[in-house]
Every structure is written in C-alpha cells, then in structure tokens.
C-alpha cells in the first residue's frame, strides 16, 4: 500500500481530470461518430449489393404492344433467374422521381426519351452471374444492360477508408495532446515537490517508490476525468443523432460492441495518464541524479 509520502498537488487535482475529461470528450464524439459512420456505410453497401438496375432501350418505331410484350419477357427472364427475389418495373413516375435531384422538380414536364427500368432485388448471399444475365436479358431487349452499381460501391468504400484515416488521426493528435499536457502537469508536479524528493533520496527511497507517488495521485482525478468525459460525449452523440436532420436514428445507433468500445474510453485514458505520469518521473529523477 503506497504512503503519501508526497502531498498532493491542489491545482493538478482540478487541472488534470478538467483536461483528461475534455480530451475524452472529443475522442468520444470522434470514435462514436466513425462507428456510426461505418454502420450507416455498411448498410449503403449492402442495399447496393443486394440489388441491380436493368436498362432497357426503346426498339425502334416500336409500338406500344410490342414495348409491353418485350417488357414481359425481360422481367420473365429475370424472374426465372436463380437468386433473385424481385423485379420491379420502374413507372415513368418514379423514372422522373429519381432524375429530379438533377434536373429539377419540373424534370416531368421535359419531353425526353426514358429507358426502362428494371429494379431487380437479390436474395441474401445470392451469386449471380451478371454477365450471362446481360445476355439472356438481351436477347429477348436488344440493347440491355446491368449497372451493378459498381461506382457506387467504389465510392462508399473509398469514403469508408478516408473516414478511418481522419477518424484515426483524430484520435491520435487527442492521445498526444493528452499525453503532453500530463507531462507538463507531472513536471510542474516534480517541480513543486523538488525538496521533498531530495529528503525521500536522502532516506533511501528509489525512483519507483516515487513515481508511485505521482501515478496514485494521478490516478483517480484521470479516471474521473474520463468517466465524466465518456458521458458527455455519449450524451452529445444521443443528441445528435435524434437531431440530425435527413437521417433517421436508427441509422446511427451503436451496437453493444460499439458501445464496450466507447467505454473502455475512461480506463484508456487513465492507464495512458498514469503511464505517462510513470516515464515522465523516472525520466525526470534520472536527470537530477
């Protein structure tokens, strides 16, 4: 059991869990805010990979029997496909819906020239062979073709690796700034106390022995500092994600696992005060001997 041997510091008792708590905070915001980013990336994803779009282009001065009978039997094709679960043929209403963000609320009254479109849903873990599809499909709609959605995916994945880096130099440039502010707070500490170390030299007491000293009284202020942190930032995230405007909730919440992650946050930060608070010291007792 460590004596207090060393009294402790007033003003790095409400100094340090003050920064730790707010380090926390913004590591907390910055970890949430990946993880439920990578949930709603995941479920982007996976609607993409689970569904496919036909195109289908007009045949030449093709009467309107004939368009509906080539219609039908693309979606029989496509139908009779092993692994999938639906297709929907695309009315001009919902064709002119999906245009709209481009060419405006008024995108409806354009005389322009549509494709069909087949929305085709897979079933999950289905396996389709895209390529001999394309050519089932064309023979019976010359022209046809799938769009996979393959740009797409491309760009969600892209965005999910940058949102890593960022989130993971985020939380790197908080653990540093954290770490710098422990020393600066231990060094004062040492600073402070610097007679009382020469007594406790004097008496025989080892570096380890002091060190202790400063890592106890280190320990509880960092870890109230980062409970009281977590919670802010769990708060926070709460908030935002009910507010967020043009996402739902339930897109953003957090798995169990996540929210474990989220709370090794406070004995993260503890364990990185004290051992920093520990190297800080006996570097520092090293020199003056």
Do not use: C
């Not at 996976?46 to 036909?54: G, I, N, Y």
């Not at 479109?117 to 873990?125: D, E, F, I, K």
């Not at 046809?144 to 130099?169: K, T």
């Amino acid at each position: 059991m460590l004596r207090h041997d060393l009294p402790p510091d007033r003003d790095a008792g409400v100094f340090l869990p003050a920064i730790i708590g707010f380090m926390v905070f913004l590591a907390g915001l910055a970890l949430a805010g990946r993880m439920a980013t990578e949930n709603l990336l995941a479920r982007w994803q996976s609607s993409l990979e689970s569904a496919f779009t036909v195109e289908l282009p007009p045949g030449p001065q093709e009467s309107k029997a004939a368009a509906e009978a080539r219609q039908q039997a693309v979606l029989a094709v496509i139908a009779a496909t092993p692994g999938v679960a639906s297709a929907t043929l695309l009315s001009d209403a919902e064709k002119w819906r999906l245009l709209s963000p481009w060419l405006g609320t008024e995108a409806a009254s354009l005389d322009l020239p549509l494709p069909d479109l087949v929305a085709v849903a897979t079933a999950p873990g289905a396996a389709i062979d895209l390529v001999a599809l394309t050519g089932r499909i064309g023979a019976a709609s010359p022209g046809a073709s799938i769009d996979d959605h393959g740009r797409w995916r491309g760009a969600i994945a892209g965005l999910a690796r940058a949102a890593d880096l960022a989130a993971l130099g985020l939380l790197l440039l908080i653990g540093a700034a954290a770490g710098a502010t422990v020393v600066f707070v231990t060094r004062a500490g040492l600073s402070s106390h610097r007679r009382v170390i020469e007594i406790l030299h004097l008496i025989g007491a080892h570096d380890g022995y002091i060190a202790g000293q400063f890592q106890r009284h280190a320990l509880v202020p960092a870890l109230l500092g980062g409970v009281a942190g977590s919670v802010a930032a769990a708060a926070a995230f709460e908030a935002a994600r009910r507010w967020l405007p043009g996402v739902s909730p339930d897109q953003l919440s957090l798995t169990p696992l996540q929210w474990a992650a989220f709370a090794m946050l406070a004995p993260g930060a503890m364990l990185l005060a004290v051992a920093t608070v520990r190297y800080t010291v006996l570097s520092a007792l090293k020199r003056l001997m």
